[in-house]
């Protein structure tokens, strides 16, 4: 490896173990939280879609889907810890989804 | 990688390393190396997928049965069409000039993840190899079109499942690509190259690599629903089941769409990087270029239902995708304009990549207007899924993506392997092609009009004129691009050697010998001002010999104004 790529490896594990030392020690309690508000959330997905909620149930199954999205991304992702580019990239992907989902459904919805 | 001294005595081509002969091309991680792996295996699949093209052709000269039977004509346009696609026109430029360009332009000694870049290849491979043994195994060929539209792709007894699966594989290669990409742009830029002095072609590559990233995972997932349709029939698509196959529609052309712009940014890119170097000026708009291939790549996301406008989608959705589909011709119009005005009273060279660039913008811009045919609810209607769509697709892809491609090949060629090509020759092909293109594809503009619907085996009579023209044109075509590759091909073997910059071009590439040093600079080198100045150079390449240090440190007032 060269000096050039020694010098811009050798940043980033600075940076990764200021990371790990400052800001990554979660406890496994939080981690069990978070999974079990997964599974709750999982569970009244699948109550919901037992109710004749009309067009609702889809709007109500993909809020739900977007609430564990976002525990998934911000505590085992970790980006909870990631600097704010990262969170600015997390946010953009994230509104082109949401334009992806309205434009479809102004099919679906008008049909 | 070896140690920088040792390993820039020599090029990159004649460097042995841990890895001798072939294994040190199969194991390298050097990204020039794996760019032109990349050229190699996608030069096989373009001549396959040409002579498919050329058959078929041949094919529709008469009516009725000509040379092949109608399943055949069915799976030979699916290969085509997946081929030319999936394997040619949207890794071709990324894969290949993007690996081996960026880093050089960029002032780095590598993409960000060298080894990852390496496991794209290998997962480019995998697919491909998967995409040919679908030909022999299950029921045969895919017949489904390269579209592979529900619900004949989930009923289809042929091997529809292993081609979906290859394109699957095939769409990690390019994530992985265009993350690496992402990352090498933003972390690996040499000092003093801030966004606005990148050069162009980075920044196409930029806004293609987002569209990798973002829409190909949604293909993917569509793809395993059509697997999941086939093997457990789950109902999300099967109108049978209470699916919507025009959900299907939606998805495959949520990234189906964006894959045009995948197809045609970096070859846009090549342009501004072209037009400069032989016009001998400074690109005209560098900031309104470099923010339009933004423009175009998130416009380009949300127009995805052009595709769709018979399909029995809503009238309101179909609306709003057609007012989308005309915004995206603004800032396509942004990069043609600032392309002609950057010739305007430049001192220029003609040489056969600007005949290529000339030929691109005239062909482009046939596409680019009739696509406003296709994007208009009105007009759309008479001619979907008719020749002219054909038409207007070809136009763009290989009149865009596919002529750049060519010219690409002849302004690199000399970095890349150090050897000249016979320019009279390369004019001479580049002429042909261009004539050859137009007999080809023009007449497919006037049969589509006239009503000859897309992917039919057979027609009637009075189209036979409009297709015998079309189909000679394929032979001038399939002349001019083997005389190209011959030209080329005579030229690696026994073409004089090239000099550092034949072209007089200004970028970061052209500061380095042909071919580059296996770690391309001595020095990280300093860039001081933007990548297109004509008059003085914009560059320090040895900075220790001027005693700049970049890695840290306290700087001289001399050492910041550099920076």
Known sequence: ????????????????????????????????????????????????AGIHLGSLTLIAAMLIAAVKTSLVGYHFMHLKFDNMIIKVFVLVCLVIFLAFWILTFSDLSFR | MANG?????????????????????????????????????IMVFFFVAMTLGVLMRLEMLSPGQTIMKPQTYNSVFTLHGVIMVFLFIIPAIPAVFGNFILPIQLGAKDVAFPRLNLFTWYLYMTGATLAIVSLFTGGGAADTGWTFYVPYSIRSAQNVTMTTLAAFILGFSTIVTGLNFIVTIHRLRAPGMTWFRMPLFAWGLYATSWIQVLATPVIGITLVLIMLERFLGIGVFDPALGGDPILY???FWIYSHPAVYIMILPAMGIVSEILPTFARKDIFGYKQIAISSLGIALIGYLVWGHHMFVSGMSDTSRIIFSLLTFLVAIPTGVKIFNWVATLYKGSIKFSAPLYYVLAFIFIFSIGGLTGLVLGALATDIHVTDTYFVVAHFHYVMFGGMGLMFFATM???????????????VAV????????????????????GYMGMPRRYYDYLPQFQGWHVLSTVGSWILVGGIVFM?????YALLKGPKASMNPWGGT?????VPSPPPLENFDEIPIVTGGPYVHD????????????IHTNGGAKSAKEEAAL
């Open chain 1, 1 to 48: 490896m060269s000096e050039y790529s020694e010098s811009v490896n050798t940043e980033a594990e600075a940076h990764l173990t200021e990371a790990h030392t400052h800001g990554h020690l979660v406890g496994y309690g939080t981690y069990i939280m978070v999974w079990l508000g997964l599974v709750a959330l999982t569970s009244i997905t699948v109550t919901i």
């Open chain 2, 5 to 41: 001294s040792l390993a820039n005595e020599v090029s990159y081509l004649e460097y042995q390393g841990k890895h001798k002969g072939i294994a040190g091309w199969l194991l390298t991680v050097d990204h020039k190396r794996i760019g032109l792996m990349y050229l190699m295996a």
């Open chain 2, 249 to 251: 529609q939606h998805l």
């Open chain 2, 410 to 424: 002849h302004y690199w060629f000399p970095k890349m392997f150090g050897k000249m090509y016979n320019e009279k």
């Open chain 2, 428 to 447: 001479i092909a580049c002429t042909v092609i261009v004539i050859g293109f137009n007999m080809l594809y023009f007449p497919f503009f006037i049969l």
């Open chain 2, 485 to 489: 590759f011959g030209n080329l091909l």
């Open chain 2, 507 to 511: 970028t970061l590439e052209w500061k």
């Open chain 2, 536 to 547: 003085k150079s914009t560059y320090i390449m040895h900075p220790s010999r001027e005693k």
